[in-house]
């Protein structure tokens, strides 16, 4: 078990580094860690699968698919842009906040209806919720001096949130449990 904690604390650490590298240069230099970070991971992800088959004599193909996704993603983002193949960060972004709008404005309209329906308490905080998502979004889009800040706080919260793990990870008197895992047994 002290394997896993060791894991869970080098994770932690990454966790904070990525945090205050997105507070302190935002979107700006995201194509390299997320490429850096993509292909590792993808490689990790391989390197288990061959593992296994050497191992156990199992392939799955899921692991093969993510493994590779990452990889060619990381690769992606650590090329050019100009190459044919070369992704910039700033794509999955803006991917990410057209599908963070598309969700804050369902659940708007699916808070409405459990407000009717349901719960009238329940569906204002879908609605209300679903309103900060789209205004986010649409802030995020059309006002500069906001993505600078939603970044500073993105950083932030992906920082404390490393920090947190850590914390729990090495204060924790049961080394099986992770944060989430608590927080998912509590609500049961």
Known sequence: MKGKKFLT???????????????VYKEGAM???FGIMF????????????????????????????????????????ISKEAPLGLDF???????????????GALLLYGVFTAVKFNAFLGAGQITIGFLFVLFGL????????????WIVVG?????????SLLFTLFNKDENKKPLDVIEQKQK
Do not use: H, P, R
């Open 31 to 33: 194509d390299t860690y």
């Open 9 to 23: 604390i080098l994770e932690s650490i990454a966790i904070i580094v990525i945090g205050v590298l997105v507070a």
């Open 139 to 150: 802030l995020y889009a059309f006002v500069n001096e906001f993505k600078n800040a939603f």
């Open 90 to 104: 700033s794509l999955i972004i803006k991917l990410f906040v057209l599908l963070m709008i598309a969700a804050g």
């Open 39 to 78: 292909v590792v991971a993808g490689s990790v992800l391989l390197l288990v699968e061959l593992f296994a088959l050497l191992k156990i004599k199992v392939l799955t193909l899921s692991g093969l698919f993510a493994g590779g996704a990452l990889l060619v993603v990381g690769i992606g983002l650590l």
């Open 156 to 164: 932030i919260l992906v920082a404390v949130y490393g920090l947190y």
